[in-house]
């Protein structure tokens, strides 16, 4: 992407007012203010948000599963959205509906809640998770990070793996578009070119 991800301005305030085009970090915890009382941007980010607290990876240097870990670390609610700061499409509807799915399953032994698009992909980095998960993952990632691992520290799982672990829960979403998730700058300016000035965009 040739810059932070977080950082990038997002010109679709629909529905998330702003004064000035906000940047993906701010359009997205917007977004999770409408579902969640607490947001916090986790990660050493190079973006700030007003009034969103910024939490420092718990173990640094193992990818999104020390983002997953140190927010199931935190006080406070049992399940926990997890977002990732490339999938500006993501509504307040969609994970609205992975909470509704979650509180459902109470007692169930679920642990997480994921989308699933109609190609059968599944979205972790869009999911809710359930805070018992945090002793578990914490056995699972290494004190510290270490490219081709040891045996002393070995490599961390993905979190593609970790899911599969899981006992989960599937939100069937149609919408492919809402999950499409930004690796790319050719991506992002795709992104923007589509979207509908009419609808508040600048």
């Not at 979403?173 to 508040?200: F, K, Q, W």
Request: hydrophobic share 40%; glycine share 8%.
């Amino acid at each position: 992407m040739r810059r932070p991800k977080a950082s990038l301005f997002w010109y679709d305030t629909s529905g998330v007012p702003h004064d000035s085009p906000p940047t993906l970090a701010e359009h997205l915890c917007a977004i999770l203010h409408g579902v969640c009382r607490e947001v916090f941007l986790v990660g050493d980010l190079a973006v700030e948000v007003d009034g969103v607290p910024r939490l420092l990876d718990a173990v640094p240097g193992v990818g999104p599963l020390g983002g997953l870990l140190t927010v199931l670390q935190q006080p406070g609610e049992d399940w926990r959205i997890v977002l990732s700061c490339d999938t500006p499409f993501v509504n307040s509807g969609l994970l609205a509906a992975l909470l509704a799915l979650a509180g459902a399953t109470e007692g169930s032994g679920c642990e997480a809640v994921l989308p699933q698009t109609p190609d059968g992909q599944l979205h972790p980095l869009c999911a809710a998770y359930h805070s018992k998960l945090a002793d578990r993952l914490h056995s699972l990632v290494p004190a510290r990070a270490s490219g081709a691992g040891t045996s002393a520290h070995p490599r961390a799982p993905s979190v593609h793996r970790f899911v599969e672990s899981l006992d989960t829960r599937i939100l069937k979403v149609e919408d492919t578009g809402l999950l499409r998730n930004l690796n790319t700058m050719r991506e992002y300016l795709a992104a923007i070119n589509s979207l509908d000035v009419a609808d508040g965009s600048a």
